[in-house]
């Protein structure tokens, strides 16, 4: 059994990155939100963990993905990106009504931070979509292509998002809506769903030599999802004591469900071996209500629910 560290992840280069010990990414972000860091640490990590989304090199990525990628891996890795193109653009979309809404100071500043973290990551989607992929550079037309690449759950989770924010944004001051939209975003988003999600493709190309752009790109964004995280659960602890429970507990009754399902209807099968998505993602779902002092028969009855509802018809 490793020592407890985060260090590895916390210091590592872009460059090292590649070559981190898998189970040290895998378990960065638990080890990270477990500290309960507040937003002025959330900061100064922010300080010392920048990484370059131009520096990444792709084209030997691309020459993988042509050449010597299985098709199911390649398909696999196609829907990823997809959904990144989707989950980064919208993300940084959306952060700004809950930066505008941010209830203290120390939060604004996070929540500045979150910005410039969610512009990187979606500069690099972009790159991966044009380069890795060879979608359309056009980041609108990539867009509609990636968009297009989705599943059903996803599309309908992104709609559940954006009435969310679209509440905030017409009450920009009120704390009820923004820990909702928090709720929604850093909970579900990020820490079910993105988390989730750059774990899966990390562990996937673990002990593989190709890929290394995009291996090096989707660490260091787990690392960044660490602080995302870590700020949400810290804003909906706060919001849990002061009895705003049962607002966050809607939303997530809302969008639990649908996160859980977000692989249905994809056309990859799974290439690799281990827990799936979901069960990843009930973990991370049952870990994280517990950090924020919500009961586990809450978790349980919003996982019931994901298995009681099927995928809704293609809209
Ligand atoms: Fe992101
Ligand atoms: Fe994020």
């Known amino acids: 059994m490793a020592r407890w560290s985060?260090?590895?992840?916390?210091?590592?280069?872009?460059?090292?990155?590649?070559?981190?010990?898998?189970?040290?990414?895998?378990?960065?972000?638990?080890?990270?939100?477990?500290?309960?860091?507040?937003?002025?640490?959330?900061?100064?990590?922010?300080?010392?963990?920048?990484?370059?989304?131009?520096?990444?090199?792709?084209?030997?990525?691309?020459?993988?993905?042509?050449?010597?990628?299985?098709?199911?891996?390649?398909?696999?890795?196609?829907?990823?990106?997809?959904?990144?193109?989707?989950?980064?653009?919208?993300?940084?979309?959306?952060?700004?009504?809950?930066?505008?809404?941010?209830p203290e100071e120390r939060d604004h500043l996070y929540l500045g931070t979150q910005i410039a973290d969610e512009t990187r990551h979606t500069q690099l989607m972009l790159r991966l979509g044009e380069e890795v992929l060879g979608l359309d550079p056009d980041p609108r037309r990539m867009l509609t292509q990636a968009w297009n690449m989705v599943t059903t759950p996803h599309r309908d989770l992104s709609r559940l998002e954006?009435?969310?924010?679209?509440?905030?944004?017409?009450?920009?001051?009120?704390?009820?809506?923004?820990?909702?939209?928090?709720?929604?975003?850093?909970?579900?988003?990020?820490?079910?769903?993105?988390?989730?999600?750059?774990?899966?493709?990390?562990?996937?190309?673990?002990?593989?030599?190709?890929?290394?752009?995009?291996?090096?790109?989707?660490?260091?964004?787990?690392r960044d999802e660490s602080r995302h995280v870590s700020f949400g659960l810290h804003a909906l602890r706060q919001g849990v004591r002061e009895g705003y429970g049962d607002d966050i507990r809607e939303v997530i009754e809302q969008s639990a469900p649908i996160a859980l399902r977000i692989e249905e209807g994809g056309e990859a099968e799974s290439t690799e071996q281990g827990p799936t998505m979901r069960e990843l993602g009930i973990d991370s779902l049952r870990r994280q209500l517990r950090l924020i002092g919500i009961e586990d028969a809450f978790a349980d009855h919003v996982?019931?629910?994901?298995?009681?509802?099927?995928?809704?018809?293609?809209?």
Do not use: N
Not at 306 to 313: A, D, F, G, I
């Open 6 to 102: 985060t260090l590895l992840l916390d210091d590592a280069s872009l460059a090292e990155m590649p070559r981190l010990p898998v189970a040290d990414v895998l378990r960065h972000a638990d080890l990270v939100t477990a500290q309960e860091p507040h937003p002025q640490a959330l900061y100064e990590r922010w300080e010392k963990q920048q990484w370059s989304a131009q520096a990444i090199e792709l084209e030997p990525d691309r020459e993988d993905y042509e050449r010597r990628l299985p098709k199911a891996a390649r398909k696999a890795l196609e829907e990823s990106i997809a959904t990144f193109i989707i989950g980064e653009y919208t993300g940084l979309d959306l952060l700004g009504p809950i930066l505008t809404g941010a």
């Open 162 to 222: 954006t009435e969310v924010i679209r509440e905030l944004q017409e009450h920009p001051s009120d704390y009820r809506r923004w820990l909702r939209a928090v709720a929604l975003f850093h909970l579900i988003t990020e820490g079910v769903l993105a988390l989730v999600g750059q774990r899966a493709i990390v562990r996937s190309l673990h002990g593989t030599p190709l890929l290394s752009g995009v291996k090096a790109g989707f660490t260091a964004m787990c």
């Open 303 to 315: 996982i019931g629910l994901s298995l009681r509802q099927q995928v809704s018809p293609e809209q």
